[in-house]
């Protein structure tokens, strides 16, 4: 997860990059993978220790300054962080689950998951979170420039 962080020189830049390199380590990896994450639940296992202190931690760090920059809404950032670790956890799960299924490349895939998942994240804080999401489109409709 720390190499991934090489060269990333924005928050955002590094929240995606932790998100592509969960999922690559999850491919590389899948029968490891699905032992730590997809095996039987076990409260706490040392597996969910060593998860909690690694692959979160990081995590929840670049959340928490995305929320201390101004870029992501103030929340609270252990579930902020656990809401994109599920999103990166499901995108590794499927592709590790029905491989049959790629409709796309995987890189490209996931990227566009991760993207959508960090701007829903910033659209959601600017809009609000308690609104419906045909609010929230008309919302964003009326700030779109016409042509």
């Known amino acids: 997860m720390q190499s991934a962080a090489a060269g990333c020189t924005t928050t955002v830049e590094l929240l995606h990059a932790l998100g592509m390199a969960y999922v690559r380590f999850a491919l590389k990896t899948p029968v490891l993978y699905r032992i730590a994450t997809m095996g ?3 409260s706490p296992s040392d597996v969910d220790t060593v998860l909690a ?3 979160f931690v990081h ?3 670049v959340v928490q300054t995305m929320i201390d920059d ?3 809404p103030p929340r609270d950032a252990n579930k902020m962080a656990f809401e994109l670790w599920t999103v990166v956890h499901g995108v590794a799960a499927l592709f590790i689950a029905k491989p049959y299924w790629l409709l ?3 890189e490209e895939l996931t990227d566009k998951v ?3 998942m960090c701007c829903g994240q910033i659209v959601a804080g600017i809009v609000g979170y308690d609104i419906s999401a045909n609010d929230a489109i008309d919302h964003l409709m009326s700030l779109k420039t016409p042509g």
Do not use: M, T, W
């Open 40 to 42: 039987e639940p076990r």
């Open 53 to 55: 202190n690694s692959a």
């Open 59 to 61: 995590l929840r760090a």
């Open 70 to 72: 101004g870029i992501y």
């Open 104 to 106: 796309d490349d995987v």
């Open 114 to 116: 991760l993207r959508a």
